[in-house]
């Protein structure tokens, strides 16, 4: 029987100089828009620590690891961001590691409490189909800049999205 959480949900909260993160369900590209929008935010903010908590995440897609990667490699080295994953599964740490992402941040391999933090839920979804398909190239443009082996993995559905994006370009005209 699927729980609410089979869905995927993102929580976040900020304290103590900190961004925490916690993933629930499923973790897709209908969830990693907002966390990129706020991740993107608070780093700017100047947040440096950030926490992501995949305890009751069951998963995660292309996309949203592509959004992980984003809150590290596209931030100036300078003010990069110390990016901690805690509690993941050996799938997801698994997953992680094959698309490379584990050379950016650190997965703690004990089990780790979340601080006592108040979390705000961050909604799902995109404005339009091109905002969608906009975001799903970017994340795997990033999956692939952050590591070259994966545009043998991504680089057929990168073509096939640059070309339903110009399709959708011609279509709006």
Do not use: W
């Amino acid at each position: 029987m699927a729980t609410m959480t089979s869905k995927g949900s993102v929580d976040v909260a900020v304290s103590g100089g900190a961004l925490y993160i916690k993933v629930a369900g499923l973790a897709t590209m209908n969830n990693g828009r907002a966390l990129h929008d706020f991740a993107t935010e608070m780093i700017g903010a100047g947040f440096k620590d950030v926490v992501v908590d995949l305890l009751e995440c069951t998963g995660m897609d292309s996309t949203f690891m592509g959004t992980l990667a984003g809150v590290t490699f596209h931030v100036p080295e300078s003010s990069r961001p110390n990016v901690m994953v805690i509690n993941a599964s050996p799938h997801s740490r698994k997953l992680l590691e094959s698309i490379g992402l584990t050379a950016f941040v650190q997965v703690k391999d004990e089990p780790a409490p979340m601080p006592k933090v108040e979390m705000q839920h961050l909604r799902d979804g995109f404005t339009s189909d091109t905002e969608k398909l906009l975001f799903m190239k970017q994340a795997h443009e990033t999956l692939v800049e952050m590591d070259k082996r994966n545009q043998a993995r991504f680089g057929g559905f990168l073509q096939a999205l640059k070309e339903e994006l110009e399709q959708a370009k011609y279509k709006a005209l």
